[in-house]
C-alpha cells in the first residue's frame, strides 16, 4: 500500500536535506525542475548523496564521483552499480510530501 509521508517543509530545503522516513534514509533534493526525493546512499560504497554536488538535475556522490539522475534515479556509469530508488514528490501547503510503500 503507498501512503504519503510529510516529511519536511518546504522552507527547510534550500538545496538538499536528508530525512528519515523509517528504515528509508531519503535525500530531498531541489534542482531547476523541481523537488526530487531518491535514496541518499550511493550504491558504489554507500556515501550520504546529500554531501554530494548537483549540478542540473543530476547529484555527484561526494566520495568518488558516481553521478544519479534525480528525475530517474538512474546512474550515469561506474563507479555506480546500480540506480537509485525514486521516491514520487508533492507539495501540500508548505510541506513535501513522499510516497512510499508500506
Not at 523541481?34 to 554507500?46: E, F, L, M, Q, Y
Not at 514528490?89 to 510503500?101: E, F, P
Request: aromatic share 6%; with cysteine.
Amino acid at each position: 500500500m503507498e501512503r504519503w509521508v510529510d516529511v519536511a517543509g518546504v522552507a527547510d530545503l534550500d538545496e538538499c536535506l536528508a530525512v528519515q522516513v523509517g528504515e528509508l534514509e531519503i535525500g530531498l533534493f531541489r534542482s531547476k525542475s523541481g523537488i526530487h526525493a531518491v535514496s541518499n546512499s550511493c550504491t558504489h560504497v554507500g556515501a550520504p548523496l546529500t554531501d554530494g554536488y548537483i549540478t542540473g538535475d543530476d547529484v555527484l556522490c561526494p566520495w568518488h564521483g558516481a553521478k544519479f539522475c534525480l528525475k530517474t534515479g538512474a546512474s550515469h556509469g561506474p563507479p555506480a552499480m546500480s540506480g537509485l530508488r525514486v521516491f514520487v514528490t508533492k507539495i501540500s501547503g508548505d510541506r513535501i510530501l513522499v510516497q512510499v510503500n508500506s
